[in-house]
């Protein structure tokens, strides 16, 4: 009878032992995996010429509790340059994205968790406002070829890749803050409605999407554009915007986009 209670009561204090030494030596992937907050908002805004300071943030040991903000890398992308900077400038209008990463924990360098924080720069003495949905004039808005020197009206591209566009182009353009301005297809739906790809295709996005920028004289600069689907490697995307602007009289918008190979003229109103 000795022999069993001793048997027993070893398995009990083996079992106690090695409970206490999962929980007082937990594997490293439990170790330490920060939860960021950020301080301020996700979304920030700067005006030209102000003195901004970054909001902070917090970092907290899930297992802890301690602090472990210095396990976080803060990183600055400056989206109109395509470049990481040391500081977010307010010297002229802009966007930035700030990353947030953590490090696992001491033992391992597997990414933890991580949080983006957007920073736009704009200007507030631009009381105008171009918000809204225009159409695209398919009959003043050209593609030129830049190799053959081959120049279209829109309707007439359209006409050529047998595409109906009768019920015409619509391009909307949303206000971000004062001067600042998003625009969700810069081609002015050339590739969407006018090559025909996008009623063919309901589940892509054929639209270059962009940010621009109004200044006090109506002259409008493009701050950064992507193409939503890039089936062509983004051969797509708007490099350049020249000679746009904004006529407060008619309420139309006209600029020059450069892509790859072409330069198109768009006329919304």
């Known amino acids: 009878m ?15 032992l090695w409970s206490c030494s999962k929980d007082s030596e937990p594997e490293p992937w439990l170790q330490s995996w920060p939860v960021i907050t950020l301080e301020g908002d996700e979304v920030e805004y700067a005006e030209i010429g102000s003195d901004y300071t970054l909001p902070g943030f917090k970092a907290t040991n899930t297992i802890t509790g301690q602090d472990a903000s210095d396990r976080v890398i803060v990183s600055i992308y400056d989206n109109i340059n395509s470049r990481y900077v040391d500081d977010i400038s307010t010297a002229s209008a802009g966007m930035y994205t700030v990353y947030y990463d953590a490090v696992a924990s001491e033992v391992t360098t597997d990414p933890g968790v991580s949080k983006t924080r957007s920073v736009f720069v704009y200007n507030p ?10 159409s695209v004039d398919v009959n003043a808005s050209y593609r030129y070829r830049i190799s053959s020197g081959e120049n279209k009206t829109f309707a007439e591209v359209a006409s050529d890749n047998k595409n109906d566009i009768s019920e015409g182009i619509n391009v909307s353009i949303s206000q971000i803050a ?25 589940s892509f996005n054929f639209k270059d999407h962009a940010y621009l920028y109004l200044d006090t004289e109506n002259n409008i600069t493009l701050l950064t554009a992507s193409f939503g689907y890039t089936p062509w490697n983004g051969k797509y995307n708007v490099t350049s915007l020249t000679d746009a602007e904004y006529d407060p009289q008619t309420g139309s918008i006209s600029y020059k986009a450069t892509i790859n190979g072409f330069i198109l003229t768009i006329v919304l109103n």
């Not at 000795?2 to 106690?16: A, D, E």
């Not at 105008?128 to 225009?134: H, Q």
């Not at 004062?178 to 309901?202: H, Q, T």
């Open 178 to 202: 004062p001067s600042l301005y998003e625009i969700n297809d810069l081609l002015g739906g050339l590739v969407e409605y006018v090559y025909g790809y996008g009623p063919n295709n309901p």
């Open 2 to 16: 000795n022999k069993y209670i001793k048997l027993l009561t070893g398995l009990v204090v083996t079992g106690t």
């Open 125 to 134: 003495q631009v009381t105008t406002d171009i918000a809204g949905d225009y």
